[in-house]
């Protein structure tokens, strides 16, 4: 084999691509995207402290300009591109996302409003107190160092970290498989529950709950839900709802203004005003005449300045609910511990925390004891020269050199190396001045700190309170004041419909197709009524002047129904179709509305007068025999009512409703029923009961095998102007008053209404009742002609006659439609003037 081939492996393309992923994702979790538990810094935010701090650009220290630091950063420790190494650094310095910013910046290093900061040659930054309190004693070999990408230099694969940056600061960050969210959290609580954590290692979450209210976000607001927080902070995981801190300020003219002064954290304060005003423009809420950013260095202030008498509470849940002026915040503590993501719980943040201080603090004490140890000998071996400084001076004089005067020093004298090495380094005017007593005093001191590092090193009482004692210093010197308030209970926000809406009458019509929409007064009363758009061979079965206050139920023939609010049917032109049920709700394939009503579950109005009541109910009647009354408040509102439709009753299969009637529930009415093979039954309504929408019914009439309910209509018994119009297959059409068919029990066979014959039997296709002489009932033909039938154009007949032919049926051909029409009912409306 050539050599060159010798080291070729032969791998499937999968398991190559797995494997380099996985170093990826590996890398971007550990070395880029998450923080650590112990400094709660991502390696770039590391790098770019540990770089200022090595460049003594710390806060005693002048500004220096940005572009200075990034490409230091970038040079010797984070071989990136410089944006994200600047954009990580300016958001160290913002104080709206930090609870203690880390980084000071001289310059425009954004704002709220989502504006990015000048460009990194004009800005000037510097470390700030507390961020060199992460850096503290770094020196002394108190955590590990890494070579850098070309092994030039090193640098600290964690800082000391001297306060809990991690949940003062919080994290953010997107990795392969892993994101976090940790909020930022107060100073003083979190040292609170540091120590009261030291002092009690088997305290409850609960007992550091007393200590840790909750979040505490630099930019204030309120945090809603304060009992669910022990689960969040248990798991590592959950919401809590952040709401803005809003006032209602009244103005002259009884006008008001709601004004914000603090928002949930990380909210775009521009955007935030940006879609009040779009809300204000589009009139999605009545009552709002002008949105303002009054904001200046004093602090935050978003005005929403209200129109004369508008309803400032109800505007504002409004906002409340559909604006970020309350939003949630979802918890998610992921961080790197032991080299590995976890989801970690508030006590493993904590204690994670605790050890790595008091590893910190041991080893900072080791390095302390080493030197000092070290000192100890010198100054020992000092003192002894003091005594016999003379000799020392007269064998260093006698020495070749410096390296003959340690060797005569050692052999002579018994001094060690090291002793030796301070001896002949010493400079000459410290031989006229070296004070015994000062000599003394600090061999004393040595000792003692000697001793006591030896205690910290041998007694963890002792270095908790050593620990302690710093974290108590810090609190001290940068403790804060709570900014966030936290509430027990989530509020519930409530918001009237009416003031999303503004009252008008509007047409309302539906086809049987399922067209539907809502057409202004103005475009109606600007068109002709017939003109009204419908589509070729569809036909209208609902047209009404409502109040966009109402509510519209739509009854379809599979027992579905559907409930829309008014307001929220689609605008209109008279002259235009409308929009198809199909493009909002999936429905079957042979599913059409069957009819329409106004329906329950509107806006309130409390000075407009009910004109539905809600002890309406519906009549419904399946094809297959089935009927049941149903309250018309079953047929409210429900969760996906935009979507899809809800089931009013419950069909067999095949089955289908032939009708659906609105009756009282209390009155004296009656239910008649016709059949295809013209059986007819008249009984009181009161024969059927009630049932819920999941109900099949009753029996409406025993059908024969092959029959078949047509129609079915609720008359009252004491209008006498009721009569029924039938039409056959064969082209015959029939009145008769339902006076003529015995009123009977419900369930039963019926009577015929048409006379059966040996050929050719006449079947009934359509029927329609007619409540008053100027009813009418339109035909239509599948050639697109319609003719309308009133009282006195066809003469009631006798039970058993076979009614007259239907003239002109040559131009209708086949007949499709047989029904009262609503536009004329529309034109005899008193509500349009």
Request: with cysteine; hydrophobic share 35%.
């Amino acid at each position: 084999m050539p050599a060159h081939q010798e080291n070729i492996q032969e791998m499937s393309f999968s398991n190559v691509i797995g494997d380099r992923f996985g170093r990826y994702s590996k890398y971007i979790i550990q070395d880029r995207a998450l923080p650590d538990i112990r400094d709660g810094l991502k390696p770039v935010q590391r790098r770019i402290l540990y770089a200022m701090y090595r460049d003594r650009n710390t806060q005693d220290h002048p500004y220096r300009k940005s572009a200075k630091t990034v490409g230091n950063v970038i040079g010797n420790y984070h071989p990136h591109g410089d944006t994200s190494v600047y954009d990580a650094m300016v958001r160290m310095s913002q104080s709206w996302k930090n609870r203690e910013p880390l980084i000071d910046m001289h310059g425009n290093n954004g704002s709220m409003d989502g504006d990015p900061a000048a460009a990194m040659r004009y800005t000037e930054a510097r470390l700030t107190a507390i961020a060199a309190e992460l850096l503290e004693d770094i020196d002394a070999e108190t955590v590990d160092h890494a070579l850098n990408f070309d092994d030039s230099l090193e640098e600290p694969v964690v800082l000391p970290a001297k306060f809990p940056n991690l949940l003062v600061n919080g994290a953010t960050g997107i990795s392969a498989g892993y994101a976090t969210d940790i909020p930022p959290h107060n100073l003083s609580e979190v040292i609170d529950a540091l120590i009261y954590l030291l002092q009690h290692p088997t305290c409850k979450l609960a007992d550091l709950l007393k200590f840790i209210k909750g979040p505490d976000f630099p930019t204030g607001a309120i945090i809603m839900g304060a009992k669910d927080l022990a689960e969040v902070y248990r798991t590592g995981r959950g919401k809590v709802v952040m709401r803005a801190k809003t006032e209602i300020e009244p103005l002259r003219g009884n006008k008001s203004q709601i004004v914000a002064t603090e928002l949930p954290y990380e909210v775009n304060k521009l955007k935030l005003i940006q879609r009040i005003d779009e809300i204000r423009l589009q009139g999605k809420i009545e009552g709002i005449a002008e949105v303002r950013d009054e904001s200046d260095r004093k602090g935050l202030r978003i005005v929403v300045e209200l129109k004369r008498d508008a309803d400032s509470d109800g505007i504002l849940n409004y906002l409340l609910k559909n604006t970020d002026l309350q939003m949630n915040y979802n918890f998610n503590m992921v961080a790197i511990h032991e080299n590995r993501p976890i989801q970690a719980s508030l006590p493993i943040l904590l204690q994670a925390y605790l050890g790595h201080r008091q590893e910190v603090i041991r080893r900072r004490t080791q390095y302390q004891q080493k030197v000092d140890s070290k000192r100890l000998h010198i100054v020992d071996g000092l003192i002894r020269l003091v005594s016999i400084l003379d000799e020392v001076i007269q064998a260093i004089r006698a020495s070749q050199n410096k390296q003959d005067a340690k060797e005569n020093l050692q052999k002579n004298f018994d001094f060690t190396a090291q002793q030796a090495e301070a001896i002949v380094n010493l400079q000459l005017y410290r031989l006229t001045n070296t004070d015994i007593v000062d000599l003394q005093n600090e061999r004393l001191e040595l000792n003692e700190r000697l001793m006591m590092y030896q205690q910290i090193l041998s007694h963890e009482k002792v270095l908790n309170k050593v620990l302690i004692d710093e974290l108590k210093d810090i609190k001290k010197r940068y403790g804060s004041p709570r900014l966030t308030q936290v509430e027990e209970e989530v509020e519930e926000i409530s918001v009237d419909t009416s003031l999303l809406v503004t009252e008008e009458s509007v047409v309302v019509t539906v086809t049987k197709n399922g067209y539907y929409k809502r057409t202004s007064l103005r475009s109606y009363q600007s068109s002709d009524i017939d003109s009204i758009g419908v589509a070729d061979l569809d036909q209208l079965i609902f047209a009404q002047v409502l109040s966009t206050y109402d509510a519209l139920v739509m009854i379809t023939t599979q027992g579905n129904y559907i409930h829309i609010p008014v307001y929220e049917l689609p605008e209109i032109k008279w002259k235009d179709i409308g929009v198809h049920l199909s493009q909002h709700y999936i429905l079957a394939e042979n599913e059409n509305i069957l009819a329409a009503f106004v329906g329950i579950g509107g806006i309130e109005d409390p000075e407009k007068e009910v004109t539905q009541p809600i002890e309406d109910e519906l009549l419904l009647t399946s094809q297959q025999g089935m009927t049941k009354r149903i309250k018309l408040s079953d047929l409210t509102t429900y969760r996906s009512y935009k979507s899809r439709t809800s089931q009013a009753m419950v069909l067999n299969s095949g089955d289908q409703l032939v009708s659906a009637d609105r009756v009282k529930a209390e009155g004296d009415q009656e239910v008649l029923i016709l059949t295809h093979r013209s059986y007819v039954i008249r009984y009181p309504l009161a024969e059927v009961s009630l049932y819920g929408p999941k109900a099949k019914g009753v029996k409406a009439i025993n059908l024969k095998k092959d029959d078949y309910i047509i129609a079915s209509t609720v008359i009252n018994s004491i209008n006498e102007q009721t009569s029924v119009m039938i039409f056959t297959q064969k082209g015959h059409i029939k009145q008769f008053k339902p006076e003529i068919i015995p009123l009977t029990k419900r369930g039963g066979r019926g009577l015929l209404l048409l006379k059966e014959l040996k050929r050719d039997p006449h079947r009934v296709l359509y029927a329609s009742p007619l409540y008053q002489p100027q009813d009418q009932v339109r035909v239509l033909g599948d050639t697109g002609q319609d003719i309308y039938l009133s009282q006195a154009d066809v003469p009631l007949s006798e039970r058993l006659s076979n009614g007259s032919s239907l003239t002109n049926l040559a131009q209708l051909g086949q007949v499709i439609a047989f029904t009262t029409d609503p536009l004329k009912a529309l034109k005899q409306s008193e509500n349009i003037s």
